[in-house]
């Protein structure tokens, strides 16, 4: 067991929108793009005379949304303000942020499991840099960002592992971030031995990163001769496993921050932020306890269909009309097997919520087979169809003798199989009935074909 520390947090998200924010540039990044540099223009590249375009409004939305999410108040007036620093990835010479000393952030005072989220705040992204070859590539430059920063309430690294998972979960609720871009965080941490003497290690990427650098920490700040007397900022190499220091709280950088002359001052109304409350969702933790509570789903399978929205307001649609069981089952098995083998999430394709639960009550009405239901269920993709319509073909075959005439067909013509199986090789007979199920085009009562097979075989 690890010892305690103080521990804080500050989350660095990629919002999920289609432009940058003060310009109309892609807002594509990371691996999901080969070329530098093709995303920009005289704003997004910093050059002289380039104003910005007044800010992106869903970005602005959605960051709203996710201060929502999170419990916070949300800022009425909001005002951009220019931290300035100079370093190569920022061509304007500051960055526009909704943070520092004159703004007020998008959202504050919030509570997000246990833990208090002293704000939310959104900003632009700077371009990235690459120390090594000196190439600079502005795609990433002006992307709206989300900073997330927490109280410096968590004791250690593996609660604050479950705590960024649930946060990642909670926030594709609101599909407020890019879920492939990740996350990045500074992280505070602080030990008693030190008094609590605040060291920050910053731009740590992915959650087992995170978890890495508080750990190595606590042991470090721990160790004789390595027990902090002052505040300092650090960096973490992920290849040597350890931080190193980058300056101390004397050097620490003055950001100059100004309110920007260039964009106006924007007030948020209370109808833009009733709108936006309605959009927001249940949370995850919610909604797993209403699941488990309520509906007594398995802890296991309410957790699987509690971690994406989409999945979990199928879900709920679908549990008003399909008994709990067969649903669940449905959706966290089938539904999830047709999804993995497409490579596809569910926003990705366009299953009806309506034909899903045609599609139960089939199989609950036993009209047409488990084995037809799936058959149907692989041809959604990418999008479904109303299975009702069809039905009547696809229904499930009762009738002893029209299953026998095929049961008769398949002994016939799998001989090999068949004396495998006499031979003693029993196994053999889910080859003999899926050619049952086959040649009946999967609609065969699949117990009856079972108990007609074994009787013909002996
Ligand atoms: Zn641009």
């Known amino acids: 067991m690890a010892q305690e520390a103080k521990i804080g947090l500050e989350i660095h998200g990629y919002i999920d929108t289609n432009e940058k924010l003060f310009c109309s540039c892609k807002a594509i990044h990371g691996a999901k793009l080969t070329n530098p540099n093709v995303n920009i223009c005289p704003i997004c590249t910093g050059q ?37 620093y100079s370093w190569p990835d920022l061509p304007k010479g500051y960055q526009n942020t909704l943070s520092g000393p004159h703004s007020t952030p998008t959202g504050k005072n919030g509570k997000f499991l246990g833990i208090k989220i002293s704000e939310c705040h959104l900003e632009e992204d700077p371009a990235a840099w690459n120390p090594k070859t000196g190439e600079i590539d502005y795609n990433r430059s002006g992307i709206p960002l989300i900073e997330i920063v927490t109280e410096p309430e968590f004791k250690n690294s593996e609660q604050v ?41 910053k731009n740590v990427n992915s959650i087992k990163n995170i978890k890495d650098v508080i750990d190595l920490e606590i042991e470090r700040q721990n160790k004789k001769g390595e027990v902090p007397k002052e505040q300092e900022t650090r960096a973490y190499d992920p290849i040597k496993r350890a931080t190193k220091k980058m300056r101390s709280k004397e050097d620490a950088q003055d950001y100059r921050f100004i309110s920007d002359p260039d964009l106006q001052e924007i007030n948020i ?42 999945v979990i307001e199928l879900f709920e649609k679908t549990i008003n009309k399909i008994n709990s069981k067969l649903t669940t089952r449905w959706i966290s098995e089938e539904l999830f097997s047709v999804l993995n083998y497409n490579k596809k999430r569910l926003d990705e394709i366009s299953i009806n919520p309506e034909h899903f639960i045609e599609l139960l009550e089939l199989i609950e009405k036993r009209i047409i087979t488990e084995s037809k239901a799936r058959e149907i269920l692989r041809s959604w993709i990418p999008k479904s169809e109303s299975p009702k319509a069809n039905a009547k073909e696809h229904s499930q075959i009762g009738n002893k003798e029209e ?56």
């Open 161 to 201: 592992e479950k705590w960024l998972r649930e946060l990642i979960i909670t926030l594709g609720y609101v599909k407020a971030l890019d879920s492939v871009a990740g996350i990045k965080a500074d992280v505070n941490i602080s030990v008693k031995k030190s008094n609590y003497t605040k060291i920050e290690v």
């Open 48 to 84: 002289p005379g380039a104003k910005p375009m007044a800010p992106n409004a869903r970005a602005l939305d959605k960051a709203i949304q996710i201060a929502l999410i999170l419990g916070c108040e949300i800022n009425k007036k909001i005002s951009w303000q220019r931290k300035h």
């Open 403 to 458: 299953i026998e005439k095929a049961v008769d067909e398949v002994i016939k013509n799998n001989t090999a199989a068949v004396e495998d199986y006499k031979s003693g090789k029993h196994e053999t007979i889910n080859f003999l009935i899926g050619k049952v199920m086959q040649a009946t085009n999967k609609r065969a009562n699949y117990n009856l074909a079972k108990e007609i097979l074994v009787e013909k075989l002996k």
């Open 269 to 310: 109304t209370q109808q833009r932020i009733i709108a936006l409350k309605k959009t927001v969702p249940e949370t995850p933790s919610k909604k797993l306890n209403k699941l488990i509570k309520k509906h007594k789903i398995p802890k296991n399978s309410a957790e699987i269909l509690t971690k994406n929205i989409d």
